[in-house]
Structure formats: C-alpha cells, structure tokens
C-alpha cells in the first residue's frame, strides 16, 4: 500500500507546494483535486491543483517532471460534486466536467479518479434511481474508453441543512452499492472507501472491506468521533454534525489495526489517502501541516515505508 493524503486540506498551495511538502513529510502519494476554477462554498471543494479544464500534453509533462522531482505519485484525481442535484443544467455542467477529470487521469497514466454519485436530498433512494440510470451509465462507458478506474466514496453528504434529510450521495451503503454494481456491472466502477462514515451511521466497516474486496480503488483515512451524549439528545434523525466529529487518524473510534488486517487480507496494494477534515487543525497552514505530519507518523504503523 501507499500512504498519502487528499490535498483539499492545502488550498493555498500550488502542485509544486503540495508535493514539496507530502515529500518532507514522508508521504508516497497525494490524491489532487480537480475542481473547475472558481468559487464554491461548500467546505473543502473548489479547490484546483490541477486545472482538467483545458487539459494539454504541456500539462502533462509538467505534472509528470514535478512527480519525478520530488518522487511523489497521484494516487488518483479527485472532484466531488453533486451530479444529480435537481438542477439539470448544473448536474450537466458536473457530469461534463467529471468526464474532463477522467480524461486528465488517463493522459497522466494515473487511471483512477474519484467523485460522488450524488443525489436529490429531498427524494428517496428509488425516486433518485431513474436519475442514475440516466446519467451514470455514459459516465463510465466513458472511463472505460479511458481504461480510468472511478471511485465513488461512500459519503452520504447529509451534514448541513441545505442536504437534510436524504443527503447529496446516494453511494453509502453496502445495499445501494449492490444496487449501483448490479445496474453497471462495470469493472470500472469501484469505491474510494472511507470506513469514518459507516461507524456514525452505526455499521460494520470492516465486512464491506471483505465484501466488496473487488471494488475498492481507492481508500480514505479518517477517523470519526461520535458523541453518544449528544447522539442520547437529539437522536440519529438528527442532522449528523450534530452529534459526530471528523477527527485523525488516531483520534476516533475506528479500529485502525482491525482495518488495515482485512485490507491486507483481501491483498489491497493500493493508495490509502489522509482526508484531514479535523476541525481541531483547521485554523492555519501550520495546523494542517502539523496534523499531515500526525497522521503520517501515525498510519505508519500500518504502511510501513
């Protein structure tokens, strides 16, 4: 396996700055994110290392000498949105752009790329179906003309108000994935699997591993806190930060050994990326840094070098 890290928590560096510091830190890779150019509220998106906008061979000789120098890989090339939000001509222009980052991941030889299903969160599982049948299908006929494994994480997105109560990710559990591998029986249709969100959604995330051992492209690290005496409060119906905490590596309650015992029982040789959304260590560059550092002393334990 290879240890990295998501470089959302790194929105001021350019690609040079993010690899420069992955390598001083020890890492072996580093998911980049590919939003389009612009402003986007939600926390941790729009945020651009690599521009798949106007995609060149320049571009790739550039990314590939960087790569080189500083002896850090993409583990894959990341970008989340919301492709079947209710607004048709903005889950278009998602779609659209999905198509671009995938495009960028086979000129770069990297053939993974990451992203979300999405969903309508005022509508239920089956009422969102027909939109994925619409949509997804392309999206990876797509990827398979590029040879671009695409992992979906299994994020519910169903933090804030404006995503309650059905969240903007239909990809969150065992049963949806089945569904999903069933309708696209793709082998290039996988997970970048997150083991945080099953343990405040109160599930088994290490059986997943085993179950769906064919599936996993990619892997996040993060860990989770839930607070069982706000969770006895206001009970699971909730809005889930109301009761749940993205902490390190380290810091939560996944059983990391326990994790990492199935990975390798499976064979996964793959990335396994540090997705730092800790408050705790959002209040600088020199806190994201300081908690990069931290979980890479951390899961090497388990990724030896």
């Known amino acids: 396996m290879q240890l990295g890290f998501v470089t959302a928590i790194l929105p001021d560096y350019d690609l040079r700055g993010v690899f420069q510091a992955a390598a001083e830190i020890g890492y072996d890779c580093v998911e980049v994110m590919c939003w389009p150019e612009g402003n986007d509220s939600r926390r941790y998106a729009g945020i651009t290392h690599i521009s798949a906008e106007q995609f060149t061979d320049s571009d790739v000789e550039t990314i590939s000498q960087l790569s080189d120098e500083f002896g850090i890989e993409i583990s894959a090339l990341g970008y989340y949105p919301n492709p079947l939000c209710p607004d048709l001509e903005v889950a278009g ?84 994935w089945r569904r999903m591998y069933a309708d696209i029986p793709s082998e290039y249709f996988g997970l970048n699997y997150d083991p945080s969100h099953l343990v405040w959604m109160q599930m088994d995330y290490v059986a997943p591993i085993r179950d769906f051992a064919d599936r996993i492209f990619h892997v996040h690290a993060k860990d989770v806190r839930v607070d069982q005496h706000r969770l006895n409060q206001v009970g699971i ?69």
């Open 237 to 305: 119906m909730a809005c889930p930060l109301e009761y749940h905490t993205p902490k390190l590596p380290g810091l939560g309650q996944v059983d990391w050994g326990s994790f990492f015992s199935q990975l390798n029982e499976i064979g996964y040789q793959g990335p396994v990326c540090v997705e730092v959304e800790d408050r705790a260590y959002e209040g600088s560059t020199e806190s994201c840094l300081a908690a990069l550092r931290q979980c890479h002393t951390y899961l090497r334990n388990y990724i030896p070098c």
């Open 93 to 176: 222009k998602y779609v659209e752009h999905i198509q671009k980052v995938i495009t960028a991941s086979e000129k770069l030889g990297i053939n993974r790329m990451n992203t979300f299903i999405g969903r309508d969160w005022k509508k239920s599982v089956d009422e969102n179906w027909p939109r994925f049948l619409q949509t997804w299908p392309e999206i990876i006929q797509h990827a398979e003309q590029q040879q671009v494994r695409v992992g979906i994480e299994n994020c519910p997105m169903s933090f804030t108000q404006d995503e309650w109560p059905g969240g903007k990710n239909l990809a969150c559990t065992p049963a949806i």
